[in-house]
């Protein structure tokens, strides 16, 4: 039985769905294993330059399984503690794994995004959201610290330190509306799925290695200490795509033909 699905939309495109609607989704191991295998796999194809992340059901994802009986796999000889971290270890992965990929990962949330599952959409680049769609950091409701899986690195950096904090310390339902006010989404679309297929073909149209390092810097920007520190390395990353490839000159020729660009990331100077 998998719990996972991959679907090849439009060229370009993948899309991973998590599919274990019955339990709306949750972080299982049986569930996030695939998960990360698949998105480590879907990295290393090249003819994929954008990925959807989706849930299956009325659910994007309700955060770590809280009804799996007995222990989970691998973990024989680890006493209780072992393997909670051994499941926070693989959780981890999961989010940091998204971070790695070169391609832009996109979080369609169809519906509840609870504790690990808003955590997930938040480390995708772009979420966009279901009329449907709801956020909630459970980790507080749980009696735990809502910070888990990088939220209190990813939240305050996606809606603002007081958003943030509101949503961390009462657990409360954050509605798609709202999320989408905050900046916690993008978009709000109905369908959903299909709004992000969209996106992700549009990224797939356009020059791959300046996707994959508007990414990297991306990420890199957002974690660097100063604007002045970081502007010479995006400066680099552009000299190196400018030096490299002939697709600056393209979309120069396009735009006074009046026509899409035409870009070929494999021309070596
Ligand atoms: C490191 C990470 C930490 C964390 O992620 S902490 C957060 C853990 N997650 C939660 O606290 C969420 C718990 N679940 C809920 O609050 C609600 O559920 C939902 C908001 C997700 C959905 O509510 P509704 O639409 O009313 O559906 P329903 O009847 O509660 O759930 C449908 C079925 O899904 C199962 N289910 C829901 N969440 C989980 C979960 N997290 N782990 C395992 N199963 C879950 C239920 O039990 C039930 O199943 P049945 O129909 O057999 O009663």
Redesign the pocket.
């Known amino acids: 039985m998998s719990y996972v699905s991959i679907d090849r939309p439009v060229d370009g495109v993948a899309v991973l769905t998590l599919d274990r609607p019955?339990?709306?989704n949750?972080?299982?191991f049986d569930v996030m294993v695939p998960v990360r295998d698949q998105l480590v796999a879907l990295g290393h194809d090249n003819s994929v330059r954008a990925i959807v992340i989706t849930g299956a059901g009325?659910?994007f994802c309700?955060?770590?399984?809280?009804?799996?009986a007995g222990r989970p796999p691998h973990t024989e000889g680890l006493a209780r503690p072992g393997y909670a971290l051994r499941s926070?270890d693989l959780?981890e992965d999961v989010i940091g794994t998204i971070r790695r990929l070169h391609q832009p990962v996109i979080a369609a949330v169809n519906g509840?995004a609870?504790?690990?599952?808003l955590?997930l959409a938040l480390a995708c680049e772009i979420r966009i959201a279901s009329p449907a769609a709801y956020f909630?950091a459970?980790?507080i409701?749980?009696g735990?610290t809502a910070s888990?899986?990088g939220l209190s690195y990813l939240l305050p950096r996606a809606v603002g330190s007081s958003h943030a904090a509101d949503l961390m310390f009462t657990g409360r339902d954050l509605m798609a509306e709202e999320a989408a006010r905050i900046g916690l989404v993008s978009r709000l679309a109905d369908p959903v799925l299909e709004e992000a297929i969209a996106i992700g073909a549009r990224i797939a149209e356009l020059s791959q290695p300046g996707i994959e390092l508007t990414k990297k810097s991306l990420h890199a920007g957002t974690a660097a200490g100063s604007m002045e520190s970081y502007m010479p390395v995006e400066g680099i990353g552009q000299l190196y795509l400018r030096l490299l490839t002939d697709n600056f000159e393209e979309a120069t020729r396009a735009r006074k033909e009046g026509r899409p660009a035409r870009f070929r990331d494999d021309l070596p100077r």
Request: proline share 0%; aromatic share 0%.
């Open positions: 019955e339990r709306m949750a972080m299982s009325r659910a309700a955060g770590a399984d809280q009804e799996s926070l959780l509840a609870i504790g690990g599952g955590c909630r459970a980790g409701n749980n735990l888990e899986l």
